[in-house]
Structures are given as C-alpha cells and as structure tokens.
C-alpha cells in the first residue's frame, strides 16, 4: 500500500471515528435539543439510544485489527445510517445546509475510508477466514 493511501485512510478513519463518536456520545445523552430534532424528523426519541450504542460499537470495530467482517458490516452500518440521516432531513425540509452537512461529511469519510482501508482490513485478504 503506498504511504500516501495509508495517511489518506488513516485521516478519514480518525475523523470518521471521532464523528461517530462524538455523535454517538451526544444520542446516548438524549439532551433535550437531541431529543426534539429526532422527534421533529419522524422518529421516536428511543431511536437516539440505538443509534448511539451502535455507532459507539462500530467506531470500535473499525478501529481495532482484525474482525475484516465485522468491519465491512460496520462501513455498510454508517454508509445507511449516513444515507438514513440525509433522506430524513431533506423529507423533513430541513433545507440549510447546516442541518444536512455533518451527514453528508459523514458519508463522505464512510466511503473514503473504506476504498482506502489497507489490504489486511478487507474482506478474505491473504485467504484469511472473515473473523480473522
């Protein structure tokens, strides 16, 4: 893997990361502005406790070595959640850019972290078994 892939992956891996997290923290919080902007897109304020807990475990997973299954389940994880996020606002009209942007950032560190995630990362790499 050439230098620059790795310092590429790494960056949008740690900003990805730190998004989730951070975004995850602030779901399991529920605080109450959270808890209205959920409400006001269309779902129910336990939904905010799910998509904590899972974005904290997948920022967990992308994070450590090995476990190249789990680790594409989790890209797939943020490439909806990230999907789900911009759908909802924009079927909510929420129009400003500042409503739709974090998920749009999200989604961008998603995808750009997975194309560049190096070879032991992947899926069956080296004829690995998928939990290896």
């Not at 989730?20 to 529920?30: A, D, E, F, K, W």
């Not at 209205?36 to 450590?64: D, H, N, R, S």
């Not at 004829?127 to 290896?132: D, G, R, V």
Request: aromatic letters at 16%; zero cysteines.
């Amino acid at each position: 893997m050439k230098k620059a892939h790795k310092i590429i992956y790494w960056i949008a891996t740690a900003w990805l990361a730190l998004g989730m997290l951070s975004t995850g923290i602030v779901q399991l919080l529920q605080l109450k502005e959270e808890t209205e902007f959920i409400i006001q897109l269309g779902y129910p304020y336990y939904f905010l406790t799910i998509l904590g807990v899972w974005k904290i475990l997948g920022v967990i997973a992308i994070l450590l070595p090995g476990f190249a299954l789990v680790k594409e389940w989790t890209y797939a994880g943020f490439f909806f959640v990230t999907t789900g996020a911009l759908f909802s606002h924009i079927a909510a009209g929420n129009i400003a850019i500042g409503d739709w942007f974090p998920a749009l950032l999200l989604l961008a560190l998603t995808i750009v972290s997975w194309y560049y995630r190096p070879v032991n990362r992947r899926l069956m790499a080296n004829n690995k078994t998928p939990f290896s």
